[in-house]
């Protein structure tokens, strides 16, 4: 945090591990679970990190598997009363994998009790993979106004802006370079979105090296325009 400082990076997020999955129906991993978003939501608040990031897990039985997930996180804030908020991010939909549906996310926040402490991480690759299109600014903006719609848009806090390198609906998490995937030149209507204009957006494209991080942050500012 004391470089983050030093450099002007906020605000900070903070990823829970994969792990974790709070719709499990296996009481240990539940247990578990539970216990460890506790503890991140501890941390996060000792060293100053105003968000905690949370993927949604995945069940055989989506009502039961989203019920555990609002179970889970209600427990949670329960047991650490602090301003951190909980982030959940959505899903591709690859196996039994919950929250590629907006109407999911929707279920679990309803299920918390509509809790201000709750918001959104959209993924862009995982929007994509799920069926959300986004490769042209009409489908760009439809699909942010059904995000809106069904969830509302004073729950989104942060864009993972990715690539996908698999097709719109395909259900795989691929991430893919900025501009070179399925999306292409929709990336460029979501980083010019005027509602999204507010929000940070943080990169998770491949990487071997800096300079394959350096040319996704080039393509960005060549999408909005700043080169």
């Known amino acids: ?8 990076i906020r605000p900070v997020f903070v990823h829970m591990p994969y792990l974790v999955n709070l719709a499990s ?13 506790i503890d991140g939501l501890k941390r996060c608040a000792q060293i100053g990190a105003p968000f905690l990031i949370l ?7 989506p009502d039961k598997g989203l019920k555990q997930m609002s179970k889970g996180i209600g427990r949670a804030l ?14 591709a939909g690859s196996g ?22 709750i918001g959104i991480v959209l993924d862009t690759a995982h929007a994509f993979a799920a069926g959300y299109d986004l490769r042209t600014r009409d489908s760009v903006g439809n699909t942010i106004s059904e995000f809106d719609r069904i969830v509302g848009l004073n729950r989104l806090f942060l864009i993972h802006l990715n690539d996908s390198k698999t097709d719109c609906g395909s259900r795989r998490d691929r ?3 900025i501009a070179k995937g399925k999306i292409g030149r929709g990336m460029s209507h979501i980083l010019q979105h005027e509602a999204l204009q507010h ?27 700043r080169l």
Do not use: C, Y
């Open 199 to 225: 929000l940070p957006f943080i990169m998770e494209t491949p990487r071997k090296d800096l300079k394959e991080d350096q040319m996704n942050m080039k393509m960005v500012r060549r999408l909005i325009g």
């Open 96 to 117: 039994n994998e919950l929250g590629h549906d907006f109407r999911q996310l929707r279920e679990i926040i309803n299920g918390v009790g509509r809790s201000k402490r």
């Open 55 to 61: 993927h949604v897990g995945s069940a055989p039985d």
């Open 175 to 177: 991430h893919w370079h």
């Open 1 to 8: 945090m004391q470089e983050a400082k030093e450099h002007d």
């Open 78 to 91: 329960t047991r650490v009363s602090n301003d951190v908020k909980l982030l959940l991010e959505n899903t």
């Open 25 to 37: 129906a296996d009481k240990r991993l539940f247990e578990r679970s539970v216990g460890s978003l």
